[in-house]
C-alpha cells in the first residue's frame, strides 16, 4: 500500500496565522490527493480534491498545491472555525486508498 | 439532497458478528461506488472497504479480508457490512462514504455508527 506521512503531526497557531501542512507519499501519486477536515464529533469534510481543487462551497482561504509525492495544505488566514484535524488521502492506487495520520491544528 | 445514514453499530462480543447498513438518498445510488472507512476512539482515519456500482466487485483492507463482507442493494438504496469475527482492534466508527468525481475523492459522508468490540 501507499503510505502518506503528515508533517507536523499538530500545531498550534493564532487566528490570522498563514497555516501550511505537508503530506508525502511514499510513491508518486500524480495529482490523486485529497484533503480533509474533521471536527470532534463530525465525520470529515472534503476540502480539496485533485490535489489543488477546491470543493464547492470550501472558502477559498483554503488552497492545496504539489504533485508526484509532495504535497501541501495552506490556510491563508485563520479563522476561528478552522481548529480542527486535516488528513491527506491518495486515490491513486484505488481501490486501495489510504489516508495520511493527521494534523492537528490547535489554538495558540 | 445527499443523505447517508448508517445504523447498526452497538456493543458486541470479541468473535460475534454485526451487520451495519447505510441508507442512501438524494442521488441515483446504483450509479456510485459505495466504501466503508473507520475509525477507532482517537485515531485517525482507516479504509475498510468498497464496493462498485452493481455491486459486482468488491476490495477490503488487509486486516478485514475474510471477516468482513460489504454488499448492497440497489432496489433499496442501501448499503451493508457484514462483520463477523469481530476483535477489540475492530472497535471504531464505521462511516458509509460515497465518492462521485473522477478523482476519486470521497465527496459524501454519513454521520458515523460506532461499534464496540469488548466483553
Known amino acids: 500500500d501507499i503510505q502518506m506521512t503528515q508533517s507536523p503531526s499538530s500545531l498550534s497557531a493564532s487566528v490570522g496565522d498563514r497555516v501550511t501542512i505537508t503530506c508525502r507519499a511514499s510513491?508518486?501519486?500524480?495529482?490523486?490527493l485529497n484533503w480533509y477536515q474533521q471536527k470532534p464529533g463530525k465525520a470529515p469534510k472534503l476540502l480539496i480534491y485533485?490535489?489543488?481543487s477546491l470543493q464547492s462551497g470550501v472558502p477559498s482561504r483554503f488552497s492545496g498545491s504539489g504533485s508526484g509525492t509532495d504535497f501541501t495544505l495552506t490556510i491563508s488566514s485563520l479563522q476561528p472555525e478552522d481548529f480542527a484535524t486535516y488528513y491527506c488521502?491518495?486515490?491513486?492506487?484505488?481501490?486501495?486508498?489510504?489516508f495520511g495520520q493527521g494534523t492537528r491544528l490547535e489554538i495558540k | 439532497e445527499v443523505q447517508l445514514v448508517e445504523s447498526g453499530g452497538g456493543l458486541v462480543q470479541p468473535g460475534g458478528s454485526l451487520r451495519l447498513s447505510c441508507a442512501a438518498s438524494g442521488f441515483t445510488f446504483s450509479s456510485y461506488w459505495m466504501h466503508w472507512v473507520r475509525q477507532a476512539p482517537g485515531k485517525g482515519l482507516v479504509w475498510v472497504s468498497r464496493i462498485n456500482s452493481d455491486g459486482s466487485s468488491t476490495s477490503y483492507a488487509d486486516s478485514v479480508k475474510g471477516r468482513f463482507t460489504i454488499s448492497r442493494d440497489n432496489a433499496k438504496n442501501t448499503l451493508y457490512l457484514q462483520m463477523n469475527s469481530l476483535r477489540a482492534e475492530d472497535t471504531a466508527v464505521y462511516y458509509c462514504?460515497?465518492?462521485?468525481?473522477?478523482?476519486?475523492?470521497?465527496?459524501?459522508w454519513g454521520q458515523g455508527t460506532l461499534v464496540t468490540v469488548s466483553s
Open positions: 488521502q491518495q486515490s491513486y492506487s484505488t481501490p486501495r486508498i489510504t
Open positions: 462514504v460515497l465518492g462521485t468525481g473522477r478523482w476519486l475523492q470521497l465527496d459524501y
Open positions: 485533485a490535489a489543488s
Open positions: 510513491q508518486s501519486i500524480s495529482s490523486y
